[in-house]
């Protein structure tokens, strides 16, 4: 068992076999433009409030591989859009295009980069889940 901190240089190796784990979620809710600070989770579940345009800071240095999930709630009311701020590359070149936006409806986007967050690859993972 191993509680607190692992620290090691990007050049040290640590091996071993996890029976479990798990990531801290951030939840809020979000309107207009919204910074996803990538140096505190990498799972954020966001109510929208409002249409809301999603930019991440932070990511790790270059050379290091990071994924981010975002759970996006449609919120009272519905009928919330959903943009992003960063270079974004997605399948085809084209956004996918959001659920319905009825109150309660939910997306999971997930995200990936390996440049220090120059550019990332995302997807909308899961459309409409409920």
């Known amino acids: 068992s191993v509680t607190g901190s692992i620290n090691t240089s990007p050049s040290s190796t640590i091996s071993g076999t996890l029976k479990a784990y798990r990531d801290f979620l951030t939840t809020t809710t979000s309107s207009g433009a919204t910074t996803v600070d990538l140096s505190t989770s990498n799972w954020f579940k966001y109510t929208l409030s409002a249409n809301s345009t999603y930019t991440f800071s932070n990511a790790p240095a270059s050379g290091n591989a990071f994924t981010v999930t975002l759970v996006l709630v449609q919120g009272s009311g519905g009928g919330k859009t959903v943009s992003f701020g960063n270079t974004i590359y997605w399948a085809g070149g084209q956004v996918p295009p959001i ?28 459309k409409d889940a409920r």
């Open 99 to 126: 659920s319905n936006t009825a109150a309660g409806n939910t997306d999971i986007w997930t995200f990936f980069t390996f440049d220090g967050g120059s550019t990332y690859i995302g997807t909308l993972a899961v």
